[in-house]
């Protein structure tokens, strides 16, 4: 499908498909995609704080309110709006910060299409959209009792600023110690299984008799705070992440023998003997796998743990003295509330005030979408923006 401009609505009456007549106010924009017209903002609920977004279906010549999947931007005075490959809405909002200027409406990405047929009805998702590039993951796996727990801890003891852990989800109970949001989400099946078929996990398997998971949010904000995350996952969720479009690095942990592994797992005391014996039974065929697969990157041997530890620094590059620069972004890069946009080739030109180029004063923004990965359900990374002073040369970059 082409590109096609958004038109910028200032007040439209619509009518929904059950009948009630809409006022819309406020900042909107609609966008043909095909027989589908999509309307963004100009909210009539007053109670929603979020973008409302409603789509009119030209050949039923109806308006129907779709099913919103992500998380939704908060309303604005002002926005635009840019089709994208006729699958997805770049929406712009005036005056807002780099970390909320670029958001992405999906209308018929892949995983908007595989939630209609979920749902039923009409779907739209939104992902916000992310200056520059997520760190590498890190997928650790290994036999239950082999020491994954233990050596990520001291991996994020010693590089608090570079790593963080991906907090699964899980229907096993909580161990002692263990603290809910912390060492995992403890949930309910129905809950965790809903949830799946919505397409919020990145993977899940059943482990040992529980369902676990790792939530794409769980990974992203990780990502959000510049950090690299670490998943703690079976290697059948290992499989699932190698097999997904997220570029990690996967580890897997062997144990220096069997009995040992059977000694660690005793010694830790968190099983009953019942779950014991099941763990090491599928820890058998886990080494197997692990073992002779190519799914892993490395493989490490848990013998000497301090030895094991300083091999897991030196594969992840950490063993020299390394300094880390957190992530900051330039405070002159704010959207202009008011502002007009262009797109050419993979390149959004955004322009402060008026609607036309020779007009323009001041500075402008130019946004490269040429690098973009991911989306919905969760962010849209790859953003670059570079600011650009028509009276200065050339751009300055603020991401790369
Ligand atoms: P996992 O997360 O793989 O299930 P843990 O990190 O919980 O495993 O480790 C299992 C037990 O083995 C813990 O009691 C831990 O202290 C111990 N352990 C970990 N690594 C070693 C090691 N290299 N030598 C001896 N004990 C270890
Ligand atoms: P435990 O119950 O000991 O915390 O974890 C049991 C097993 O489940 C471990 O092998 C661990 O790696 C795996 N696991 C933990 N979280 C996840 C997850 O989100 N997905 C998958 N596939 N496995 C997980």
């Known amino acids: 499908m082409g590109e096609a401009p958004a038109l910028f609505v200032d007040d439209l009456h619509c009518e929904l498909s059950n009948g009630s007549a809409l ?94 047929k979920n749902f039923e009805t009409e779907v739209v998702a939104w992902s916000r959209g992310v200056i520059g590039d997520a760190q590498k993951p890190i997928v650790i796996s290994g036999p239950s009792g082999v020491g994954k727990g233990t050596l990520i801890t001291k991996l994020m003891e010693e590089f608090p600023s570079n790593f963080g852990f991906s907090v699964s989800h899980t229907t096993r109970s909580p161990r002692n ?36 998971g790792t939530s794409i949010e769980a990974v992203e904000v990780v990502a959000d705070d510049g950090k690299s995350c670490i998943l703690d996952i079976d290697v059948q969720g290992a499989r699932s992440v190698r097999a997904s479009s997220l570029e990690a690095i996967f580890i897997f942990i062997c144990p220096p023998s069997f009995e040992e592994l059977e000694k660690r797992l005793r010694e830790r005391g968190t099983e009953t003997e019942e779950q014991i014996q099941k763990r090491l039974r599928n820890a058998r065929k886990e080494l197997e796998q692990g073992q002779l697969s190519e799914l892993f990157d490395h493989k490490l041997v848990n013998d000497d743990l301090d030895t094991c530890y300083e091999n897991l620094k030196k594969l992840l590059g950490l063993d020299q003295n390394i300094v880390s620069v957190p992530k900051s972004l330039p405070e002159f890069v704010d959207l202009p509330v008011e502002h007009s946009v262009s797109k050419i080739d993979q390149n959004i030109i955004v322009i402060h005030g008026s609607s036309e180029l020779k007009n323009a004063s001041k500075n402008m923004l130019l946004l490269d979408l040429s690098s973009l990965k991911g989306g919905a359900p969760g962010r849209t990374r790859g953003l670059n923006m570079y600011s650009r002073d028509p009276l200065a040369n050339g751009m300055d970059g603020i991401s790369s």
């Open 23 to 116: 006022e819309s106010k406020g900042s909107q924009t609609t966008t043909i995609v095909g027989d589908k017209t999509y309307s963004i903002g100009g909210n009539d609920d007053q109670s929603t704080s979020t973008i409302q977004v409603r789509i009119f279906d030209k050949s039923t010549g109806k308006w129907t309110i779709p099913t919103v999947l992500g998380t939704e931007p908060q309303q604005c005075k002002v926005h635009s709006a840019v089709l994208l490959n006729g699958e997805r809405i770049l929406v712009l909002k005036g005056g807002s910060t780099p970390d909320d200027c670029a958001w992405f409406l999906e209308v018929n990405t892949e995983f908007v299409r595989e939630q209609r």
């Open 177 to 212: 110690k263990e603290k809910d949001g912390v060492h995992y989400h403890f949930t309910d099946r129905t809950v965790m299984e809903k949830e799946i078929k919505e397409g919020k996990f990145l993977e899940f398997a059943s482990v040992h008799g529980n369902l676990y």
